[in-house]
């Protein structure tokens, strides 16, 4: 099986321009969640998307949003980019009722802000 | 709120035995995971724990505690490629897929 795949790799975006990311997972699973990792704040959870709603969401501002389409795939945004949302953004998706609770990880987008 | 704590670094040699160490605040526990990540590269899954005891993987092993609401990963017979950072991570119940990461624990090993 193809591992999860991340659009672009990397993108260099300025201030209060939107920007947005797109995961493509695992083929059958229909769990994808969004994490930001920067080194200040480490490994942060966004939200998460299960058959095309948000069942969870982390604790960052309405300007990051998410979707989920019928195929799994999903897509964040970021609207009003700021510096501090320079980041490397990870999706992971995991299959549903999996004991051991493994998320599967893509190689992440490279967002700098300038 | 949930938080975690693990040593933000550890040195070993090659073929030594280290043991990483993770204790966590979380109501409402659900399980304790282990990542790896290697510099510009994903993380990835090493293991879970849900319940009390040891879970055994090749050269790594996890073990989990509820009632003192702490962790580790043993990591035995270490070799070069093991150098990289080790994330533990919570999930608690009601959103078992949300994960709360520690800061990372970067291990070097030495020749």
């Known amino acids: 099986k193809a591992g999860v795949t991340q659009t672009p790799r990397y993108l260099i975006k300025t201030r209060g321009q939107q920007v947005t990311l797109s995961c493509s997972p695992i083929s059958g699973h229909r769990s994808v969640s969004w994490y930001q990792q920067t080194p200040g704040q480490g490994l942060q959870f966004l939200f998460e998307y299960f058959s095309e709603t948000q069942r969870n969401k982390g604790n960052f501002p309405g300007r990051f949003s998410g979707r989920q389409f019928s195929n799994s795939r999903s897509e964040m945004n970021v609207s009003t980019l700021e510096l501090g949302d320079s980041a490397l953004y990870l999706c992971?998706?995991?299959?549903?009722?999996?004991?051991?609770?493994?998320?599967?990880f893509g190689p992440g987008t490279r967002l700098t802000v300038l | 709120g949930q938080s975690l704590e693990q040593p933000s670094e550890v040195t070993a040699v090659e073929g030594a035995i280290v043991q990483i160490n993770c204790t966590y605040q979380t109501s409402g526990f659900y399980g304790l995971s282990w990542y790896q990540q290697h510099d510009g590269g994903a993380p990835t899954f090493l293991s879970y724990?849900?319940?009390?005891g040891l879970e055994e993987t090749g050269r790594f092993s996890s073990f989990l505690s509820r009632s003192d609401s702490y962790g580790y990963l043993l990591l035995q017979e270490l070799q070069m490629k093991d150098s990289a950072s080790y994330f533990c991570?919570?999930?608690?119940?009601?959103?078992?897929?949300?994960?709360?990461f520690g800061s990372g624990t970067q291990l070097t090993v030495l020749p």
């Open positions: 992971a998706s995991s299959a549903s009722g999996t004991g051991n609770n493994e998320q599967f």
């Open positions: 991570a919570v999930s608690f119940s009601g959103s078992a897929r949300q994960l709360t």
């Open positions: 724990n849900a319940l009390d």
